[in-house]
């Protein structure tokens, strides 16, 4: 249902056109710094940008309604909600009939029936994501107490790709460009390949990669609640999202053990490994390397272009052409809800293993 | 921990190399066919094959503790449970300090501390991905009622592809050669490849694809659990699965909205797509169209080279050699657990959603 | 934590003094007439009445947040939120150091420690059990659809108590009343009994009874999530209860199973029971029987006499004196609690149970 | 369904004439010693004692399946099975067609249909209660890692009741008698009962008292899953208890505030509450008093006398008298039962309360 987690709970509620989006989140310990500002800032990386973005112009004001008092958690649930103020319904009725490609339109309305929400996609929307980045800012400062941090960025627009494995200190730095690639000269192609399918009323998709680093080892939950199971389950719960990817991922299958199992060595008296093919996780566990995932987003399912459909009252072919407001590219505005959304996973495995206490901090 | 599923819940208990490993599955209707033989023909095609596989000579004997009678389930917890038998643990002893590369030693170490079962590979073992198979058959039957069939092929061996995006029909008919190809010429090729790695001391990853077909439009539970994401948590509690995918899957990161986006059209007086770009799944939700999802494995990580590794007692850098019984690859008989495995997924999300009854059958 | 519920899954949040209080409610089917009106009915039964009650005067104006549309449920979750408006918090810092007695004060700062949001006794507030009445009442018109029917009325006051087991339509009348007793003349006995703890500076406890008509044979789920147990851990987490039996309770302790047994009979072509000691549930299934439970409630904790306690940074003994605003009996406001409570947890084991469907309604 | 907790979750499995009956317990802390004989010490307190108990002579001999290893946990979930042996099924097949009163016979058909394995109540008979207490015997043992205790004896049987609130010590030596009482008189006066009421053809109820003390402060987690409401499902799930109770329970229901208030004191630099009214719980939060509840059983449904019940196939009135083997009161074996079950509880909850860690031990 709409709840994830076993140690830290979130539960999003909402929908594009209603009266806003929220969530509950549960489990954080009381005592933990959360403010209005510090999510509003993380929320303020998956808006829109001017030309590579949607027209959509949501203030995406967080309100915290429960769980923080004078900026520290309580220890009973945190809810946040978001009001929806730039809504425009009025174009969505003749989808609930000609159903858009790409979108939910059709399996939700079999599901749900005629009373199934519709307008903006309903909770179908990408809307519902600002949610995973405004949890996840809350996750990332509780895990921000035990060295844990994460960072994703960019990698590839369509054909455009950034081979190098970029660090965290590379990441970091592509919050500073609209496409929140990792290196300048690819922020400027990719820029570049949105703003091409724009213009062609179409869209593109592209990948991102997240480096979780600092991770204790033994975090994640064997047997069927590994780092990558419980990582893989909440990426596709972000819409668009077609493929993830641990480490050599794909390519893994194309290696020989021994060019692929990763060998051990000290260094600084740690164990580490050489390389790192496992993307840190061995049986479900994180080694103590960062963890490292690909995610792959489809192109944006509403185009300008016409496209092929079925009118579902009279049970014919028909085409249809969308009007909305929509991003050409999702991946630039996906960066953020990577990280907030992985934040959330690993805060909740790191309460559930017991790296982090229950104690007042 | 050791649950997955809502509505059908599966806990997996056991090790390698301790009584037996078993499970409990929760959640059966009353009434529904279910017997011994029915899940031994399945465990079958998870044995090793002579020379693709390992030599360890598990029988495998499946035993119905609870939950059958006279061949029916009776609405009660479904036990089954498998006694080790062909049981060598004299070799692991050494891994307690020097962890083999590729495996869960190490993290499990520092998770579970001395009292680590590590026999065998303990609970990290691919032997429990038996209990997938054998709770799959019980599943299966149970999707058998609705009209839903699950079929996975070996696509790729290392190298070797098969790039033919084969249908139901030609994959049942993978059940016949060794390797579980689709395509006999192939599974040659295949069968070559994993000969070629275990002359060499060495081992290879390779892909499984599968299929769900006849699934009811709406199966899934948004926001979180959608069809993709319990899927792909399933699929990485597989040990050695290093990627998941849906349909265009990571190649969609590369297209175009207007080439991804599956247009509908009306065939036979029902709504389906022209292409399935999708894999079967909007919103989280299955649009009626073939479930597709492509699962990358890893090599396996026992080879006979020589690896380098570090001394845990000594905390100084060290080499070992694996000398036990080993697959020099897994993915043929992985094509029977991400079966299994799948079919788990869909028959606790088909209960979910009511599309199977709570009567007795 | 702050989630019960398997298919009707309700999570509550917010203190006392805080913004407000709110809950969301998951698992409601599409197309369930719900509105503020409908709620806002119910929630006034458990509003003071003057004299009897707190004069706290709350308004408890409930606003839906999410899941609704146009007066139908949209199949996603349900937000209810209630603003906190009449707030007097100056007088709850003493409590920090001096817990006071009967009140969650010491037991919740030694494990939430100074971060805990003592004002108005933060979660452990009387106030949360609004959101029971406010979600139950979207339980009880999905109950309605399958004719299920709950009421619950005073049953003891201190030392008054109602003999007769009353049955439905008596139990209705109870509505009329401020003690919600279902027999007028004792109504008027107990609302003394509270008059006369108020004028003493003190507070009386009192029974609950309630019923739930209409149950379809077979609700419950063994082995653990029994109709009583279920019923039972809903009830403890209102704050006051002591004590849950059902049917004949603790009195079967002393009975004869001749005595206790409740023969069947034929009545109407339906299997009936000729006494119902059992109060509806065998095994932990509903029996057809009405389901019949008594709850105890302790007397309110806040009096307003001097009471003995700890300075808890001294150390050492201290006395202290309520002077905030409180029911000097919890039990006629309780029984609105009691209702909504119980609609939750049967509309729940009714859509476990597949008693209710998951289509669109 | 058969499953209970959080982070101890058991799962029970099995039919009083199947196979056997058993059990998973996952959770356990690496390291923690646990041995067949450990746990077969617990079960033999709840064997039947000549004279006052079932003639039913099951040697319920546990097996360990999984988890443990050399006497230690490993961190894996720990299956204990205990098959049956003295099976007699014959007498059943007649309640299939006329149902015993007091007996989940008729719901149960109604809800599982022909599949319900009713022989011997199924999974509906009281002999799934040895789970209770095999896995509650690992439990006691994490518990007392943490000095945490319990006991439970018989307080009432029929008319014969304790009235003395005893304590640990007390308790403890009431292991040495039949009846499980805590006084060895009233244990002579209840065996007395007991056997009256066999003779008679007929069967007796009665309440056992429970304490569990060395608890720290602050277990139980609110809003729903306090400590009371958590114990509470738990019991209900043990057939024949009709009725919770914690502190003054019931009793509270007719006292002022003024009375049933627990004042602090320090009392060697502790805060205790002079009286324990609470019984040891307040918002839900363990206070560090002893926790006290009372559980009323009914008495066994099971008796020699002729009953009335209807004949399920042609739909008339019956009469039926059972010939089976049962315990003319379940009570003194149900003391072991709920200090297992009592132990589960609070050994989950003080997981989840990270007062046990998850460490190896």
Redesign the interface.
Known sequence: ????GTAL?L?????SH?????C?L??LP??LRVTEEMIQEELDLRKPVPGIGTPRAEEDRVE????V?DG????????M?IRNKDVDSSKYDIFRRI?R????D???M????????LRGG???SGR?TALLVAAGAAATQLLGTIGVRIAAYTQ?V??IADEKDHDLDDILRSRGNDVRAADPAKAEEMRKEILR?RE?G??????VRCLVVGLP??VG??????I???M??????I?A??????????G???????????????KE?V?V??TN???GA???????MPLVL?V????????G?E????D?VE???AHLRIEGRHDPCVVPRAVAVVEGASALVIADLCLR??FI????R
């Open positions: 249902m709409n709840t994830i709970k539960t999003v509620f909402g929908t209603g009266p806003g989006v929220g509950v549960n489990g009381p005592g915290l309604l429960s769980g008092h520290r958690t309580t220890g009973t649930p945190v809810t909600f159903p490609p790409g979108h939910a059709y399996p939700a079999v599901k749900y029936g005629d009373a199934h929400d309903g909770q179908f519902m590839t369509g054909g399918a062609e179409d869209s593109v998709g592209g990948t080892v033994g939950e064997p047997f069927f609640d590994t990558e199971g419980e893989a389950k909440m990426m596709f719960a819409p999202v077609k493929g993830v990817e641990f480490g050599a991922g794909f893994a299958a194309r290696m020989r053990g021994s060019q692929h199992n990763d060998p051990y060595m000290i008296g164990v490994t050489v093919n496992a993307g061995l049986g479900g566990l994180s080694t103590g690909r792959a987003f489809k192109p944006t399912a509403s185009i272009k496209q092929r459909s079925v579902l049970m014919r072919d293993g017991g206490g229950k104690e007042p």
